[in-house]
């Protein structure tokens, strides 16, 4: 299989086809102890739980012993660790990205905290005909609400003067569509998700080729209910994002985004206390290959948005560099434990070497 021009390269590495495990990284030579073997800094999506979005820096993920932070930014919903942090979040986000965290924020906050997000273990998991069937089920209204939206833009560019093939019913139609939407209960982890994902896209459209190399999942929603808070989040985007956005809402890039998230997603976690506290997750494409290992030899680390990985120790020409998925408590499991652990958050069955040695 040919590799995606899209992914890393490295005097120290290479990444190549396994017949087991997709594909993995190959020291290109000998590496020794401690070596920063890659230094990744491309989130592309992230959320960061609504519980922790007082504590935890929304630009470094910094986190102060579960103190509130010093900057607080109620109309976008997070805090920050410092001016700096707040002002590179800015830029990083742009003026556009500014006013959809502000519209997802406003939204939130007019409504109850939901459990949409909240989804029940041990439910099957929707195939693709389901999956289907649910984003085409929703494309009518979505339609309708896109209009909705461009009779507003249109009404602006003219000054407040509405003349859209003078159709006043077919513009009541479409309000109606929109509103219809706002009513349906609203997912806010999920909602961030998607917009972190959009964000990227728009702003760093040059990038997108690489989400795309990552490893996917066709069925990477959790159950039925899961799916349906991702069809009910796209129609709630459609309806307050701003417009420059709107192209990029679409089923397609929701569904893409979730697909690559399944499989290559890291935990954000506290740096100390073994990472006890999880305050959410991230999708960094270049981060993404290395393979788990029960018996790693490269460590990672995170410092602010930025995974380093290291050789965990001398590493010889050839050998595949692994990484660990379990966190602290979980490498302390049985052979069998950790094979059901990484079933079930992973959905693989694990073919690293001190797994399948007898
Ligand atoms: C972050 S990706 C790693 C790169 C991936 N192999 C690829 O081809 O892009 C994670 C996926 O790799 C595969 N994988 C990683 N470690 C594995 C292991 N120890 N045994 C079997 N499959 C593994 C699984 O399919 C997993 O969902």
């Not at 009779?151 to 513009?171: F, P, W």
């Not at 040059?206 to 349906?228: G, T, V």
């Not at 991702?230 to 192209?247: C, E, K």
Request: with cysteine.
């Amino acid at each position: 299989m040919a590799l995606s021009t899209s992914i890393p390269t490295s005097p120290l590495f290479e990444i190549r086809q396994t017949a087991h495990s997709g594909r993995a990284v190959f020291a290109a030579q000998d590496i020794p102890a401690d070596t920063l073997i890659w230094r990744c800094d491309d989130l592309a999506l992230s959320v960061l739980i609504r519980d922790y979005r007082r504590e935890v820096c929304g630009e470094c993920f910094g986190y102060e012993h579960g103190r509130d932070l010093r900057i607080r930014e109620a109309s976008v919903g997070f805090a920050f660790c410092s001016m700096g942090c707040w002002t590179l979040w800015k830029q990083r986000a742009g003026e556009v990205g500014v006013q959809a965290w502000t519209a997802v924020e406003t939204l939130v906050r007019t409504r109850s905290k939901e459990d949409a997000d909240m989804a029940d273990v041990g439910l099957p998991r929707p195939g693709m005909g389901e999956i289907r069937e649910a984003w085409e089920g929703v494309e009518v209204q979505a339609a309708l609400i896109r209009i909705a939206r461009e009779v507003e833009r249109d009404a602006k560019a003219m000054n407040g003067v509405v003349q859209i093939g003078g159709s006043v019913m077919a513009t009541k139609q479409h309000r109606r569509a929109l509103q219809k939407a706002l009513m349906q209960p609203i997912s806010p982890e999920i909602m961030s998700f998607c917009l972190s994902g959009i964000l990227w896209k728009h702003n760093n459209p040059q990038h997108w080729s690489r989400l795309l190399a990552l490893a996917d999942d066709d069925m990477p929603y959790l159950d039925s209910d899961n799916l349906i808070a991702f069809t009910s989040t796209y129609l709630h985007l459609l309806s307050i994002l701003p417009l420059p956005l709107l192209p990029l809402v679409t089923p397609k890039t929701l569904f893409l985004l979730s697909s690559r998230d399944a499989h290559n997603a890291f935990g954000i976690r506290s740096l100390e206390d073994d990472g006890s506290e999880y305050f959410g997750y991230g999708c960094w494409p270049d981060a993404s290959y290395f393979n788990h290992s029960c018996g790693p030899n490269v460590e990672k680390s995170r410092d602010g948005r930025v995974w380093c990985f290291r050789a965990g120790r001398d590493i010889r020409k050839g050998e595949e560099l692994c990484i660990t998925y379990l966190s602290g408590q979980e490498r302390k499991l049985s052979r069998e434990q950790r094979m059901n652990m990484l079933k079930e958050n992973w959905g693989f069955d694990c073919a690293c070497l001190r797994c399948v040695e007898p």
